[in-house]
């Protein structure tokens, strides 16, 4: 047993230990209160350092995706521009050859039927085959140029000026419409269907062809509203001022070594009547020549 001064100084200095423990263990935990806004505001700022690294770099990486061409989306854009440009050069073959007959005078398309005509007859003699179309065309020039010979003004809309021609008859179905003034200021008119050789007058859903009913039908689309109107005005008050006639080319050569056309009228119903009459001569170079005398 410790004598009662010691036992008290004992007490005196555990107490004192105690308290200084405490003290210490407070002091510790207000420096760790005190480290908090520290260490959260380093915290924040490597946090915005980062995100602004990172943001930069995005950045970066942007800019870089905006500068590197998109091989698709030149492709597409290279297409579209093709495309238009496809559309815009287009060749409209209905409007250039509306365009070339406006640009040709009446001189001009006569001297390239006259041409055509002879390279026509020319490639016949030689012995060469000209398609069902050639042979159309061939026909209906030669047919103008016949009744312009005869004092005939053409009136058809589309004027057939060479071979390979898409327009005349094969749009119309009439081959061929033709005006004179006579000398007492009267006109008149003949319709004309141009056949080669042994071909003839068909039938169809409006009748047979250059019938009265089937030329009707046509004739609007041939001349126009109003001309085709005129036309029927003057066969009603005098049918004798409109013809109708077939033109035909006969290929094979005379004892001469001619080749010659014909004509002959056609009645209301579409059939040929009378005699044919020879109205043309041409050559083997395809010129036209004046009748052979008879002995």
């Known amino acids: 047993m410790l004598p009662i001064g010691i036992n008290e100084v004992i007490s005196v200095t555990k107490n004192e230990l105690l308290n200084k423990a405490k003290t210490i ?14 260490n959260s505001f380093i915290k924040g700022k490597e946090n915005r350092s980062t995100n602004e690294t990172g943001g930069q770099q995005d950045a970066m990486n942007a800019d870089k995706m905006k500068d590197t061409p998109n091989p698709e989306k030149k492709q597409t ?17 209905e409007s250039n050859e509306t365009k ?6 009446e001189e001009e398309i006569n001297e390239k039927q006259k041409a055509a005509i002879k390279e026509g007859i020319e490639r016949l003699k030689n012995g060469e085959v000209l398609t069902k179309e050639e042979l159309g065309n061939l026909g209906e020039m030669m047919m103008d140029q016949y009744y312009i010979s005869q004092g005939y003004k053409p009136l058809n809309k589309h004027r057939v000026t060479g071979l390979d021609d898409k327009k005349g008859g094969f749009k119309t179905g009439i081959d061929g419409v033709y005006e004179k003034t006579n000398p007492d200021g009267s006109k008149s008119y003949v319709i004309v269907d141009a056949k080669f050789n042994t071909s003839q007058l068909s039938e169809t859903n409006d009748g047979k062809q250059m019938s009265d009913n089937w030329i009707d039908k046509r004739l609007d689309d041939a001349v126009g509203k109003e001309k085709a109107d005129e036309i029927r005005d003057a066969a009603e008050d005098n049918p004798e001022s409109v013809k109708h006639e077939v033109y035909h080319i006969e290929p094979n050569e005379d004892e001469n070594g001619y080749m010659h056309t014909d004509t002959q009228p056609v009645d209301s119903d579409g059939n040929k009547t009378g005699e044919k009459t020879i109205v043309e001569y041409f050559d083997v170079d395809g010129n036209r020549v004046e009748p052979p005398e008879k002995s």
């Open 25 to 38: 263990d407070k002091v510790s935990k207000d420096f760790q209160e005190l480290d908090k806004p520290i």
């Open 100 to 105: 070339e007959e406006k640009e040709l005078t």
């Open 77 to 93: 854009k290279e297409a579209e521009t093709n495309n238009k440009e496809n559309v815009d050069n287009k060749p409209d073959k």
